[in-house]
Nanobody, 120 residues
Framework: QVQLVESGGGLVQAGGSLRLSCAAD????????MGWYRQAPGKQRELIAD???????KYADSMKGRCTLSRDNAKNTLSLQMNSLQLEDTAVYYC??????????????WGQGTQVTVSS
């Protein structure tokens, strides 16, 4: 089974930057899209950005212009560089990937989440 391991969260001051990383670990046959989501207290989980296996990235309006998504297909990793962080960016950030497994087909899997806290 494939697991997604996230890292890079933490405490940062408003206006600062953070880089989140996600690594797919396990017996990997194929990965389609990968993306980052976040969930703030009392709110629904929302998409920040995702990227296809071909490298086409899409960004949600909430962080467009303030973040950059990058993917390394050879290493099965995904990174999110976030800049100009604001208080409202405080949330738990989750990595998601669409994975293929023989006998199971395509399915979505999530990381455990990493906390990002922006302070004033």
């Amino acid at each position: 089974q494939v697991q997604l391991v996230e890292s890079g969260g933490g405490l940062v001051q408003a206006g600062g930057s953070l880089r989140l990383s996600c690594a797919a670990d396990g017996r990997i046959f194929n990965i389609d899209s990968m993306g980052w989501y976040r969930q703030a207290p009392g709110k629904q989980r929302e998409l920040i950005a995702d990227i296809s296996s071909g490298g086409v990235a899409k960004y949600a309006d909430s962080m467009k212009g303030r973040c950059t998504l990058s993917r390394d297909n050879a290493k099965n990793t995904l990174s999110l560089q976030m800049n100009s962080l604001q208080l409202e960016d405080t949330a738990v950030y989750y990595c998601k990937a669409k994975i293929f497994a023989p006998g199971r087909g395509w399915y979505d899997t999530w990381g455990q989440g990493t906390q990002v806290t922006v302070s004033s």
